[in-house]
């Protein structure tokens, strides 16, 4: 392969007590592409995510993002490093607006608070934002919180123009998923739809380039599923990201993934091309007996 | 030039009722020590409501924004006040010859640090585990007050304390004078808070309050931010006791028990967190009233429902002269406000179970702000690719 991976996981294992819910998993996503992962309920495929987060950290294996070892790093670091998710049971911020939520997705855009919103993109960059982190310790962030706290206060036009141009982008991405006009109402207002399209608009105001999506037309009607599709296909052309879709219709997979990664309680069971998958035998066999399984046979399923 | 408008929060014509109400509403506040109904006795009550609403604005930074439970708020109040004792009492071993106004940014920086002192055990703290901590921490406070002999007085405390100097005139002590100064230093936090809300630190702790797992993945490092909400109302809570001391010019470790956090925590959560009216509200419902019903010309006018006294007394009155024994009789209404007073304790709980279950989010639930974000009509967001232009960043 001549592209070097944007994301490579290796024997990737995560135990819970007696479950083992990742076990050596490996997974090489190129830059650009849109995977799938599937797999039966309970495979593993969230766990995977909260790994690629750092929400948790693995027992076994490592994961590279773009080289950089992100597994076991905090949450925020790795978002830093351009990982954005959704959520497979939708979590917005309840009780904060529409745009509000887009804003906290853009929190590390928002040039306010000094150096902590470094944005390393390359090794060495971030290895020279460790060491510098390291060299400041605590007074570099207090001097980052002084600033944010006093830029918050006196409000300076650098300040202002930030500010703006964050709302602005805000504006646009809720735009971009078709929001507009909803900013000012409370996230726990909107129809379960419109909450799943926040979602993804609040994941992009953070300039991902690993773009994380569980199972984003969860509940959603033919109609809605279809634009979500088309939407994500857009998005990923616009943004020039690289998505991982977790997805349970086998119209959307095949549909817009390039490749498909199949996880069967909590091991990787088979990966390729959507067509090649398919007709995988081990993939029939682990959905036997499932409303997936007919899908797989009768080709694009209904959902 | 609509978005200018946007940006510099000029409210759209409609709002401009929302904008001058408060403003109206300060005027009238500075417009009351020239009433001469308000005799020094009320303005004493309206210091310490407006003392109650700066703890409580404080307080609301680390409650009602990031969501913290803070039982242990009487720690920074106490660390102000304590301060602005050792300072300038001439009972304590320290004489630095301060000024209230050097030792006024001393303490908010004083406060700062114990509030990040308070902050650091506490971090992996959820809830339930949160509050208790921090009640701890308040009583440790409090003990070490006590302990400390030689620097705080012990249980004698601290007495003589300065008052704030003005230059070119007298020291700030006469009531309406104090009246002023905790005006101002109310009006000035709640911008001062409202101006933190409205930005990025303040969306970050919302986002920790709402979902601290979803706000990390959201790239905000929850531990600074959590951290800096402990800071900031811990300064506050900080400027509130160096005020309290000065004004009291006495102060020992009675006046910081754990009675002071749950009476900021009760004005926060009656009032509607988040709130500014809300907490004005509560404060004075809370603090202010008590104190009122106290007052002699309460008891006046209660004097003149003698005849509700005989009505409600008619059926004890009967009962007691059949019983053999003494019966409970209705108490003579001069003395109601008082009784009311005393048992304001009850009455709290009461007050605060009956919002809790009536109204979760209080009686002024914080409402959005929505019109800073008010869309321009739909003519000049019009882009022939709003997500071309979104992705040329
Ligand atoms: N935090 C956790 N503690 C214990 N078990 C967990 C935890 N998270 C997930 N699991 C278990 O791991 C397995 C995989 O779960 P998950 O990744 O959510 O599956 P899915 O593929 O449906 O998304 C399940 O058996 C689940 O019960
Ligand atoms: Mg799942």
Redesign the pocket.
């Known amino acids: 392969m001549s592209v070097r991976p944007l994301l490579e996981v290796r024997g990737l294992s995560v135990r ?1 007590q007696g ?1 083992l ?1 990742l076990d050596s998993v490996d997974m090489t996503v190129p830059p650009g592409q849109i995977r799938g992962l599937i ?1 039966p ?7 995977l995510f909260n790994c690629l987060t750092g929400f948790y950290r693995p027992t076994g294996g490592s994961i590279l993002l773009d080289g950089v070892r992100i597994d076991g790093m905090p949450m925020h670091h790795v978002a830093a490093l351009g990982v954005a998710r959704t959520f ?1 049971n939708i979590r917005l911020f309840a009780n904060m607006t529409v745009i509000e939520n887009v804003l906290v997705g853009a929190h590390r855009t928002i040039p306010v608070g000094g150096p902590d919103q470094l944005r390393p993109r390359r090794r060495h960059e971030q290895r020279l934002a460790e060491v510098a982190a390291q060299l400041r310790g605590l007074p570099g962030g207090v001097v980052s919180s002084l600033v944010e706290i006093a830029g918050a206060l006196v409000r300076p036009p650098a300040w202002i123009r930030a500010e703006r141009e964050a709302v602005e982008r805000a504006r646009r991405l809720l735009e971009a998923v078709g929001l507009r006009g909803r900013e000012n109402e409370l996230a726990r207002n909107l129809p379960y739809g419109d909450q799943r399209r926040l979602e993804l608009a609040r994941a992009l105001a953070s300039r991902p380039r690993l773009l994380l999506l569980d199972e984003p037309t969860a509940g959603m009607n033919p109609g809605e599923t279809l634009a979500m599709m088309d939407l994500i296909r857009r998005l990923r052309e616009e943004y020039g990201l690289t998505i991982i879709l ?1 997805e349970h219709q086998m119209r959307v997979v095949m549909g817009i993934c390039e490749e498909v990664t199949v ?1 069967d309680y909590g091991r990787k069971i088979a990966e390729g091309p959507p067509e090649a998958v398919q007709r995988d035998p081990a993939v029939i066999e682990a959905y036997l007996g499932t409303k997936f399984a007919r899908q797989l046979r009768g080709g694009h399923g209904t959902p | 030039m609509p978005d200018l408008r946007l940006w510099l929060k000029v409210p759209p014509r409609r709002d401009v009722a929302r904008r001058l109400l408060p403003a109206a509403a300060v005027v009238l506040f500075a417009l009351v020590p020239a009433v001469p109904f308000f005799t020094d006795p009320w303005l004493r009550v309206f210091f310490l409501v407006g003392l109650y609403v700066v703890l409580g604005l404080g307080l609301n930074i680390v409650v009602g924004f990031a969501g913290l439970l803070d039982l242990g708020y009487v720690a920074f109040f106490a660390a102000g006040a304590y301060l602005m004792g050792i300072l300038t009492s001439p009972q304590s071993p320290v004489d630095l010859r301060l000024e209230f106004w050097v030792i006024l940014p001393l303490a908010l920086l004083l406060g700062a640090l114990v509030g990040l002192l308070l902050g650091l055990p506490v971090l992996p703290l959820r809830g339930d585990y949160l509050a208790i901590v921090t009640l701890g921490f308040g009583e440790i406070i409090r003990i070490l007050l006590v302990n400390l002999r030689d620097i705080t007085g012990g249980s004698q405390g601290l007495a003589a304390i300065e008052k704030p100097p003005v230059p070119g005139w007298q020291r700030i002590d006469e009531p309406w004078q104090w009246y002023y100064v905790i005006l101002v230093t109310a009006v000035a936090v709640a911008f001062l808070s409202a101006r933190l809300r409205d930005a990025r630190i303040g969306r970050a702790w919302e986002a920790i309050r709402e979902d601290e797992d979803v706000a990390a993945a959201m790239g905000i490092d929850t531990v600074k931010y959590k951290l800096l909400a402990f800071a900031t109302g811990a300064a506050v809570g900080s400027v509130g006791g160096v005020l309290f001391a000065s004004y009291i010019g006495f102060i020992n470790p009675t006046s910081f028990t754990l009675q002071v956090s749950i009476n900021v925590l009760a004005v926060v959560i009656i009032g509607g967190m988040g709130n500014t009216w809300g907490v004005v509200f509560g404060a004075f419902i809370l603090i202010g009233v008590p104190e009122l019903l106290q007052f002699r010309e309460t008891s006046d006018v209660l004097e003149r429902l003698g005849w509700l006294r005989t009505a409600l007394d008619a059926p004890f009155a009967a009962l007691d002269a059949l019983a053999p024994f003494g019966v409970w009789r209705v108490p003579e209404p001069e003395t109601w406000g008082r009784l009311v007073a005393d048992k304001r304790f009850i009455i709290y709980g009461a007050l605060l179970v009956a919002v809790m279950v009536a109204r979760p989010g209080g009686l002024f639930p914080s409402r959005r702000r929505k019109l800073e974000f008010e869309a321009p009509p739909p003519s000049e967001v019009a882009e022939p690719s709003a997500l071309a232009a979104g992705g040329s960043q």
């Open positions: 819970f479950l819910a797999g309920n309970g495979a593993g495929k969230t766990t497979q977790i996880l």
